[in-house]
């Protein structure tokens, strides 16, 4: 092949290898049962055998737990929210947040990196002139349209994950708003799951929906802030003067 012939791209089937990873590991899952242990009854009837390992084997759990984490961001395991519960029931308000934030931010990088690599190009090819100017707008505050993604309890955290790659977001950017965006969500559920062993130990049935109903309005609030840049922007921001033509 000479130096000048264009190169073709990978067939699109090829191109959405990590679509398959990832379709793969949410069917191991549900075949084995995974899924069903993230769940408040698995954390109260293990409390104590969780606690124990947790005593004996920090490094290890503090790993495990990072490891368990990223993967069920990656896989988009659905009922990740009890992990972070677990977090803070395992290892304490700040000892769960850190870990779930790190945890957190690896998975999402991994879908950032999978859905761009995968499907982001040819995704921008086929969507033409409509994307592109949803590219423009992000493009202008990227970051704030990045945390407003984070803190909107309306989107879920696949979305938030991947609908950055799709609009070409810079992967510092991305890494930035993620680790710092989810703070005030994993704060809130490691702090129900910090209170859960006195909870149990008592043998009272914990009211998480209830607890969890009671953050959104402090969540949307965050999203309506992370958003004033853009409105400031676009209403706002003077428009430079045109200038008459002289005579």
Same mark, same amino acid.
């Given at each position: 092949?000479?130096?000048?012939?264009?190169?073709?791209?990978?067939?699109?089937?090829?191109?959405?290898?990590?679509?398959?990873?990832?379709?793969?590991?949410?069917?191991?899952?549900?075949?084995?049962?995974?899924?069903?242990?993230?769940?408040?009854?698995?954390?109260?009837?293990?409390?104590?055998?969780?606690?124990?390992?947790?005593?004996?084997?920090?490094?290890?759990?503090?790993?495990?737990?990072?490891?368990?984490?990223?993967?069920?961001?990656?896989?988009?395991?659905?009922?990740?929210?009890?992990?972070?519960?677990?977090?803070?029931?395992?290892?304490?308000?700040?000892?769960?947040?850190?870990?779930?934030?790190?945890? &957190?931010? $690896? +998975? #999402?990088?991994?879908?950032?990196? =999978?859905?761009? *690599? %995968?499907? @982001?190009?040819?995704?921008?090819?086929? !969507?033409?002139?409509?994307?592109?100017?949803?590219?423009?707008?992000?493009?202008?505050?990227?970051?704030?349209?990045?945390?407003?993604?984070?803190?909107?309890?309306?989107?879920?955290?696949?979305?938030?994950?991947?609908?950055? &790659?799709? $609009? +070409? #977001?810079?992967?510092?950017?991305? =890494?930035?708003? *993620? %680790?710092? @965006?989810?703070?005030?969500?994993?704060? !809130?559920?490691?702090?129900?799951?910090?209170?859960?062993?006195?909870?149990?130990?008592?043998?009272?049935?914990?009211?998480?929906?209830?607890?969890?109903?009671?953050?959104?309005?402090?969540?949307?609030?965050?999203?309506?802030?992370?958003?004033?840049?853009?409105?400031?922007?676009?209403?706002?921001?003077?428009?430079?003067?045109?200038?008459?033509?002289?005579?």
């Amino acid at each position: 092949m000479s130096d000048t012939e264009i190169k073709r791209p990978a067939p699109l089937w090829r191109r959405l290898w990590p679509v398959y990873v990832i379709v793969a590991g949410l069917a191991t899952g549900w075949q084995l049962g995974l899924f069903r242990y993230f769940s408040l009854e698995t954390l109260r009837e293990q409390h104590e055998a969780l606690r124990a390992f947790v005593e004996n084997n920090l490094l290890l759990a503090v790993a495990a737990y990072v490891v368990i984490y990223a993967l069920s961001t990656l896989f988009m395991v659905p009922g990740a929210l009890w992990i972070t519960i677990a977090g803070g029931f395992l290892f304490g308000l700040a000892g769960g947040s850190a870990t779930t934030v790190v945890g &957190a931010t $690896l +998975g #999402a990088s991994l879908l950032f990196l =999978a859905a761009r *690599t %995968a499907f @982001g190009g040819m995704l921008r090819e086929r !969507a033409g002139p409509f994307l592109r100017k949803m590219e423009a707008g992000f493009h202008q505050n990227p970051r704030s349209y990045m945390f407003a993604l984070r803190f909107l309890p309306i989107v879920p955290f696949p979305v938030a994950n991947i609908a950055p &790659a799709l $609009l +070409g #977001a810079r992967y510092p950017d991305y =890494a930035l708003t *993620t %680790a710092i @965006g989810i703070i005030p969500g994993v704060i !809130a559920y490691t702090w129900i799951g910090a209170g859960l062993g006195a909870t149990f130990e008592a043998g009272e049935n914990p009211d998480i929906a209830a607890v969890a109903g009671n953050l959104v309005p402090a969540f949307a609030a965050l999203a309506v802030v992370s958003l004033m840049p853009v409105v400031w922007k676009k209403f706002f921001a003077r428009r430079p003067k045109i200038e008459s033509p002289t005579a």
